[in-house]
C-alpha cells in the first residue's frame, strides 16, 4: 500500500508545485472569500469578529467546499483518465481499482487542504482573528470528509459504466446540497433518527454544529453512533458499488474508452 | 509463460451479440515472440485485453506465470506490462521522468529505484535529453517509444503489444522492433499484435493468425513461410530472353510466367533438385543475373489464409 501512497502523493507534489499559478490563484480566491465572508458578515450583522457565528460560516464554507471535492473528485479522474487513455494503465497496476481511486480521493483533499492551511494561517496573521478552535470538531470534519468520499465512489462507479456524467454530477451534488440543508435532524423520534441514518452528511454535520458550538451546547452519544453508522453506510455502499462496477465493466470489455 | 486456453468473449450490442473471440487458445514460452494477426474487428485486441484483465472472457482461462488472471490479478498484474493500442499510456502533462517514476512507483518499486531504471530505459531507446520534456512535447514516435519504457518499469516476464509500430516514423518504429527483439533474447514473453506483415515477419517467432475470432493458422514462423513458398524459380537477366530459349523452358515441361522483359517465374512439372541445371543449360549462354527460389512472404500467407477462410464461408 505504501508505494502506491508513495507514487500517488509525488503525482499530487508534482501537480501542485508544477502549475504554482493555479495554485496561488486558489489561494488568493479562497483568501478573498474568507475574508469576505468574515468582514462582510461583521459587517451586515456586527458579530463580533472571532465570533462563534463567524467561525461557523467560515467552516461551514470550508467543509463545503471540501465535500463537494470529495464526492466529485473521483469520478472526475475516471472520466479524464478514459479521455485521456490511461484509465487502462492505471486498472492494470497491481492494485484494485477503488483502492488506486480512493487514494487519489485523498490525495485531492490534501492538495485542497495545503493551500487552504496556508490560506487560513495566513488569515489569522493578518486580522489577529481567533477561531473558536477545538479539536473535537475535526473528528465530524473527517466523518464528512469519509461519507462525502462514499458518495464519490458512487459517481466514479457511474463514471467508469457511463463515461460521461457531468450533468448527473451535477444534480447530484446539488442534491446532496438539499439533503445536508435540509432540517432531517430537527425531526425527532424513530422517523428522525432513521432518515438522519440514512440521509448522508446530514448527522455529522448536525455533529459538527454541536462541535463548534453553531447550534446545540454539546453533541449527544446517540448523535455521534448515528454519524458513524451514517458514515460506514454510505462509505460501504459506495466501496461495493465501485468494486462492482469495476467487475461489470471488465465483462462488458468497456474499460476505457471503447 | 502465458497460457491462455478456449478463450471465448462476446458482446452484447444494441441490436445483437458479437462473438469477438471464439474458442482461442494461445501459448507463449519464455523468450518468445508471438506475432497476434487478423484483419480489422477479428479479436486481436479482445484477446490481448483479455489476457491482460481488462477484459473479462465468458469461457477459457488465462495464466501467467501460472498465476490465474481472472482469480488473482493484482498478482498476475505484476508480472505483466502492456502498450495497449489508441490508448495514450502515459500522463500528458508530466514529464518523461515523473511518468516513469510514477508508473513505477504504482507497481511496488521504490522512487529511487524507478528513477534508475527510468534512465535507463529512456538511453536505451534514445530518450534520454528528452527526459524533462512533458510527454504532450514529444512527437508520436517518442511517445510510443515512452510508452515501451513505461511496460517494462518493472521488469516484467509478459509483455504485451497492441499494434506497436502502427504509424510511426522509420527510426521510431526500428527502435521498438530492437527493444523487441533485445528483450526477447533476455528472456521476456511477448505477445504482439499488428495489421503489418512485414513488423511480424521479422519480429515473431510463431504466428497466430484469426480471422472473426477463430484461429486459423498458428505454428512457427519458419515453417509456416516455408509451407506456403511455391517450387518456383524467378531468374533475372541482363537482357530481355528471346522468346526461342522461352519455348525451350515450356519443352523441358515447365510453366513459365513472364513478368518483366529481364525476368521469368518458372516451375517445373516436378519439383526435384536436379531440374534447375536442365533449365539453366536451356538458358545457357544468355547473361543471368539472379537465381532465387520462391519464398512465401507474409503479406501473402495472409492473403491467402484469410481470402480462403472468407470464401470457405
Ligand atoms: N466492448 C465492446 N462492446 C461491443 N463490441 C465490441 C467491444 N469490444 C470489441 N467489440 C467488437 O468485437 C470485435 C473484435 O474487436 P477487436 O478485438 O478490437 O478487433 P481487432 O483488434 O482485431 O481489430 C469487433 O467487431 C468489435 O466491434
Ligand atoms: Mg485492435
Not at chain 1, 423520534?189 to 438522519?196: D, I, M, S
Not at chain 2, 458482446?11 to 480489422?40: K, M, Y
Not at chain 2, 533474447?185 to 512485414?198: E, F, N, S
Amino acid at each position: 500500500m505504501t508505494s502506491l501512497l508513495v507514487a500517488e502523493w509525488r503525482r499530487m507534489i508534482i501537480d501542485l508545485v508544477r502549475y504554482p499559478l493555479e495554485t496561488m490563484s486558489m489561494m488568493v480566491v479562497m483568501l478573498a472569500v474568507f475574508a469576505g465572508m468574515f468582514f462582510g458578515a461583521h459587517y451586515l450583522t456586527a458579530a463580533p469578529i472571532g465570533g462563534t457565528t463567524l467561525s461557523g460560516v467560515v467552516i461551514g464554507y470550508a467543509v463545503w467546499s471540501l465535500v463537494m471535492n470529495a464526492t466529485g473528485f473521483m469520478g472526475y479522474s475516471i472520466q479524464n483518465e478514459t479521455q485521456n487513455g490511461t484509465l487502462e494503465q492505471v486498472m492494470l497496476a497491481p492494485w484494485r481499482t477503488v483502492q488506486i481511486f480512493l487514494v487519489r480521493g485523498v490525495m485531492d483533499i490534501l492538495e485542497m487542504l495545503i493551500p487552504v492551511l496556508l490560506v487560513l494561517v495566513g488569515l489569522v496573521a493578518l486580522t489577529g482573528a481567533q477561531f473558536n478552535w477545538r479539536p473535537m470538531a475535526l473528528l465530524p470534519v473527517i466523518m464528512i470528509i469519509v461519507t462525502a468520499w462514499g458518495i464519490g465512489l458512487m459517481m466514479a462507479a457511474l463514471a467508469l459504466l457511463f463515461k460521461r456524467m457531468t450533468q448527473m454530477q451535477l444534480m447530484i451534488q446539488f442534491a446532496l446540497l438539499f439533503i445536508i440543508m435540509a432540517p432531517i435532524t430537527a425531526l425527532h423520534g424513530v422517523t428522525g433518527a432513521a432518515l438522519g441514518v440514512l440521509a448522508p452528511l446530514t448527522v455529522q454535520v448536525g455533529v459538527l454544529h454541536a462541535a463548534v458550538g453553531v447550534t446545540v451546547p454539546s453533541v449527544s452519544a446517540g448523535m455521534w453512533w448515528e454519524a458513524v453508522a451514517d458514515m460506514a453506510l454510505w462509505f460501504g455502499v459506495g466501496y461495493w458499488l465501485l468494486t462492482s462496477a469495476d467487475g461489470l465493466a471488465r465483462r462488458r470489455g468497456i474499460v476505457g474508452h471503447y | 509463460m502465458l497460457m491462455a486456453d478456449g478463450l471465448v468473449k462476446r458482446f452484447q450490442s444494441r441490436t445483437n451479440v458479437i462473438t469477438a473471440v471464439d474458442g482461442i487458445a494461445i501459448a507463449v514460452a519464455a523468450g518468445e515472440v508471438l506475432a497476434f494477426l487478423g484483419p480489422n474487428g477479428a479479436g486481436k485486441t479482445t484477446t490481448i485485453k483479455m489476457v491482460a484483465g481488462l477484459v473479462r472472457p465468458d469461457q477459457g482461462r488465462v495464466t501467467i506465470s501460472n498465476i490465474d488472471v481472472t482469480g488473482r490479478p493484482a498478482l498476475a498484474a505484476a508480472h505483466l506490462g502492456a502498450v495497449l493500442e489508441g490508448s495514450r499510456n502515459l500522463y500528458w502533462r508530466l514529464t518523461c521522468l515523473e511518468n516513469l517514476i510514477y508508473w513505477g512507483t504504482l507497481r511496488r518499486l521504490t522512487p529511487r529505484a524507478a528513477r534508475t531504471r527510468a534512465v535507463e530505459l529512456l538511453r536505451l531507446v534514445g530518450l534520454e535529453d528528452r527526459q524533462h520534456n512533458t510527454v504532450q512535447t514529444l512527437s508520436r514516435g517518442m511517445q510510443q517509444k515512452l510508452a515501451l519504457c513505461q511496460a517494462l518499469m518493472h521488469r516484467p516476464k509478459l509483455l504485451l503489444l497492441d499494434e506497436p509500430t502502427l504509424g510511426l516514423d522509420f527510426a521510431s518504429s526500428e527502435t521498438i522492433k530492437t527493444t523487441v527483439r533485445d528483450l526477447a533474447r533476455d528472456g521476456v514473453a511477448i505477445l504482439l499484435t499488428t495489421h503489418q506483415m512485414d513488423v511480424a515477419q521479422q519480429l515473431s517467432d510463431r504466428l497466430a493468425i484469426i480471422r472473426s475470432g477463430k484461429l486459423v493458422l498458428s505454428g512457427t514462423t519458419t515453417a509456416i513461410l516455408t509451407q506456403y513458398s511455391k517450387p518456383m524459380w524467378r531468374i533475372t537477366t541482363a537482357s530481355p530472353l528471346p522468346t526461342d530459349r522461352i519455348a525451350a523452358v515450356r519443352a523441358l515441361g515447365w510453366q513459365v510466367e513472364q513478368p518483366s522483359a529481364e525476368a521469368i517465374l518458372v516451375t517445373p512439372r516436378e519439383d526435384d533438385a536436379d531440374g534447375i541445371y536442365q533449365l539453366l543449360d536451356v538458358l545457357r549462354p544468355e547473361p543471368i543475373r539472379l537465381v532465387e527460389r520462391h519464398r512465401a512472404d507474409l503479406a501473402e500467407v495472409f492473403q491467402q489464409v484469410v481470402e480462403e477462410g472468407a470464401n470457405a464461408q
